[in-house]
């Protein structure tokens, strides 16, 4: 194990008996508690604000024997700081990833799987969250036989807000698998989750399950998630199970999405030519990411329509009448989306860093839905082929597209959003 420490932080070994950490998910992530002895503990200090990250290295010798590990990632109140934890080289381990974020703190984690290829790798990633803390997390899958990586967040105050986000890509053989939990029991906090996935080759494989529970005493929650997977030869597979339990009804908002689908030859040529870096902020993921990208088979043939039915469909069927109220501004999520139809037209309603756009819901590369892709920095993806368009202007900054889609002027009276259409 190697790292990099900026002042302030420590790192200690503690036996795992004497933490008070979450409890585990599934049977080896118990044993990986009982049988790791002690667990590696990074300290973050109240109130410390770090520019650069903490990096744990973590480097496989083997595949003789089950490694067994435990590590804690301590953040006090209202910190911040961004933590990396790289998997290289080969073994068979098995471990437990404990997150706690003070109430107050930010948490940026990134956690990289980059193993050889006869690296089997199990981990439970359990979170807790204080009051008002922050927790971004990036899982980055990219090596290793068999990665199954679960997350859990737990929310043990109000105001908490949590993201989940991964990427991974799978070659032929590889079975890359990511199980989240998202345990809303508090009130008024907030989650998403956006995990995506690229295959290739004979048996390469990836499964997601994303499982977000809303408890009778989460009211005001406000939860989504999404997966998307890009099957770039026609033998890989991708299974994506979301499942949603509510408990109650006073919330915020709630809802997920799931698409599976397949490049032809013309799309196939906007990723080789403009490449696709992702959304994952931390160099030491992105860069492992758009290697690894380098790597898609160029020789691949035509490839079908996407699978399913969603092409086009909205994630929120709202219908109102041609007049200029398109919805309640409550309707609309934060750095999310939802569809209206205004004077017999689709359109996009989404609010990024705290405005509200209106544009044509209709991608001018292909007919899909933009109300169906993520909303960001003041742009919003297509998900089928990854373009994106700014909204304030409708102009495309991203391939595939090329011409811009029509916006709409917006204004906002009390909690009505007016659409002033084309005449």
Aim: glycine share 12%; hydrophobic share 40%.
């Amino acid at each position: 194990m190697d790292s990099e420490l900026p002042d302030g932080v420590e790192l200690v070994e503690i036996a795992t008996g004497e933490l008070d950490v979450p409890l585990p998910i599934d049977r080896l992530a118990a044993l990986a508690l009982a049988r790791s002895g002690a667990a590696l503990v990074v300290r973050v200090p109240k109130a410390l604000e770090l520019d650069a990250p903490v990096v744990l290295r973590l480097s496989g010798a083997g595949t003789g024997e089950v490694v067994w590990g435990h590590v804690v990632l301590d953040v006090a109140e209202q910190a911040r700081v961004t933590v990396v934890l790289e998997h290289t080289g080969s073994a068979h381990y098995v471990a437990c990833v404990s997150v706690l974020v003070g109430d107050g703190a930010a948490l940026q984690l990134v956690s990289v799987q980059d193993w050889a290829v006869d690296t089997l790798h199990v981990a439970h990633v359990a979170s807790r969250l204080g009051r008002d803390a922050k927790l971004l997390s990036t899982q980055v899958s990219l090596g290793g036989d068999l990665v199954r990586i679960t997350e859990s967040v737990d929310f043990s105050g109000p105001g908490g807000d949590v993201e989940l986000r991964g990427v991974s890509f799978a070659d032929g053989g590889q079975h890359l698998e990511h199980r989240l939990l998202v345990d809303h029991s508090a009130p008024h906090c907030r989650s998403r989750v956006t995990y995506k996935s690229a295959l290739q080759g004979d048996q390469a494989h990836t499964v997601w399950i994303g499982d977000v529970l809303i408890r009778a005493s989460a009211e005001g929650t406000d939860t989504y998630e999404l997966n998307r997977n890009l099957l770039l030869t026609p033998e890989a597979r991708a299974d994506s199970v979301p499942n949603l339990e509510i408990e109650t009804g006073e919330i915020t908002g709630a809802g997920h999405a799931s698409a599976t689908g397949r490049f032809d030859d013309e799309q196939l040529f906007y990723p080789h030519g403009a490449g696709h870096p992702g959304r994952c902020r931390a160099p030491h993921g992105r860069a492992r990411v758009l290697r690894r990208g380098d790597r898609v088979d160029r020789s691949a043939g035509p490839r079908g329509a996407p699978d399913g039915d969603d092409r086009g469909r909205a994630r929120t069927g709202v219908r109102v009448s041609a007049g200029q109220r398109a919805c309640a501004l409550g309707d609309v999520p934060e750095e999310g989306s939802l569809r209206v139809e205004l004077a017999g037209k689709p359109v996009c309603i989404a609010r990024s860093g705290g405005e509200v756009f209106a544009l044509l819901d209709v991608c001018s590369h292909a007919d899909v839905a933009l109300s169906e892709g993520d909303v960001e920095d003041g742009a919003i993806e297509c998900w089928l082929h990854g373009s994106r368009f700014d909204l304030r202007s409708g102009k495309p900054t991203a391939l595939p597209a090329i011409r811009p889609v029509p916006v709409f002027p917006v204004t906002v009276e009390g909690d009505d959003v007016l659409v002033q259409m084309e005449s």
